[in-house]
């Protein structure tokens, strides 16, 4: 049965069978997932500081459009418990699209977990719904990329897990070089 599916397949080139048996003119889509680990840091002197270890699993669907799932733990403190910090685990969702070759409209959506070194009522004021350190959120935004200089626009709103429910929008402006 097998030699009568090769004798209806052209018999020119033997790497023509070979493509037309396995479909290896078609775009695989092991090309179009990569697996990225990413270390993101932050520091105010005086406020406290955070590290987020991400894993993300990046999709290309085409040229212009990127889905991004990301998992990973964060380690936050403020200077009220700068000596215990909270560790949480982090989840990441977004979508990246290519408005032209060096500006790209996204969305994305955060979830952080309550710290689990600590009790369920634990409460630092200083981290509470400051947009400073890293928070459950949705939002949307614009990033440029030039030669040098990446600069991001983002409106967010953040998810009071204590209320159930989201705060006014904020939004943020960084410069990279």
């Known amino acids: 049965m097998q030699s009568n599916y090769f004798n209806n ?14 479909f290896l003119n078609e775009t695989s889509s092991f090309k179009k997932i990569s697996f990225d680990q990413n270390k993101i840091e932050n520091k105010y002197p005086g406020l406290g500081s955070y590290e987020f270890f991400n894993n993300s699993l990046k999709y290309r669907v085409n040229n212009k459009t990127i889905i991004d799932l990301g998992i990973g733990l ?3 403190n403020s200077i009220l418990n700068a000596a ?5 685990i982090g989840f990441q969702a977004s979508v990246e699209f290519a408005v032209t070759p060096k500006l790209d409209a996204f969305i994305y959506g955060q979830y952080f977990t309550s710290p689990i070194n600590k009790p369920k009522d634990f409460f630092d ?13 949705v939002g949307a935004g614009l990033k440029r990329k030039t030669k040098n200089v990446n600069t991001k626009f983002q409106i967010n709103s953040i998810y009071d897990n204590n209320l159930k429910q989201f705060t006014p929008v904020n939004s943020k402006i960084s410069i990279a070089f």
């Open 74 to 76: 964060a380690r936050q």
């Open 9 to 22: 397949l052209s018999l020119q080139n033997p790497s023509t069978r070979l493509n037309e048996i396995f």
């Open 125 to 137: 004021p200083m981290m509470y719904r400051n947009p400073l350190f890293l928070q459950s959120e």
């Open 84 to 88: 215990k910090p909270n560790y949480q």
